[in-house]
């Protein structure tokens, strides 16, 4: 049985401080998102079963004018799960869904300029991802270089800036070779 990781993302991302699911929903975006995608229709669900779980606690903060606030906390429960699952093996190497790489496999079927060009778009694109992940890396090591979890995001962050680069490099050996087809 697959487990539901964005279960457990969410208890990782309660111990660093995010007690909203707005402010959850904003550190997603701004660092699990570029290697675990959970949408915001996710989080306040997976939330409410944290609770039902035991695995977090909710405590509503009337607001004048707003609607009340809901703010969650890991509960020693909680903290005993996300170690229990950080420490069981994984399940499988991932698969990645890759449109370009899609589009590539079946590309006899277009011309060589319109699968030249996409390779180009995405050329952009990942160094737009790139340029995304070195800023990232600058902010943490500025703002939280004294963080205890800081070490830990900037792995991540350098399997990222790593495997872009692989794929940019990819993509100029692939544009190469077309280009010599033609």
């Not at 539901?4 to 991302?13: E, P, Q």
């Not at 550190?27 to 306040?44: A, C, E, R, T, V």
């Not at 009340?68 to 906390?73: C, H, Q, R």
Request: aromatic share 10%.
């Amino acid at each position: 049985m697959a487990t539901n990781h964005t279960k457990y993302a969410i208890l990782g991302v309660l111990t660093i401080g995010c007690r909203t699911g707005y402010s959850i929903k904003q550190m997603i975006d701004g660092s699990l998102n570029h290697f675990w995608k959970i949408s915001y229709g996710q989080i306040y669900p997976t939330l409410k079963k944290l609770v039902e779980e035991g695995l977090a606690s909710v405590k509503e903060q009337t607001q004048e004018d707003k609607p009340d606030k809901k703010e969650y906390s890991l509960t020693s429960d909680g903290e005993k799960a996300l170690r229990d699952w950080l420490a069981e093996p994984l399940e499988s190497v991932p698969k990645e869904k890759n449109e370009l790489l899609l589009k590539l496999f079946f590309s006899r079927h277009q011309s060589l300029s319109t699968t030249l060009h996409l390779l180009e778009q995405y050329k952009k694109q990942l160094k737009e991802v790139y340029a995304t992940y070195e800023s990232i890396e600058y902010m943490i090591r500025d703002n939280n270089p004294e963080d205890v979890d800081a070490k830990y995001w900037l792995f991540t962050l350098d399997y990222g800036k790593r495997t872009t680069v692989a794929a940019l490099d990819w993509c100029e050996d692939t544009i190469e070779a077309i280009q010599e087809e033609e």
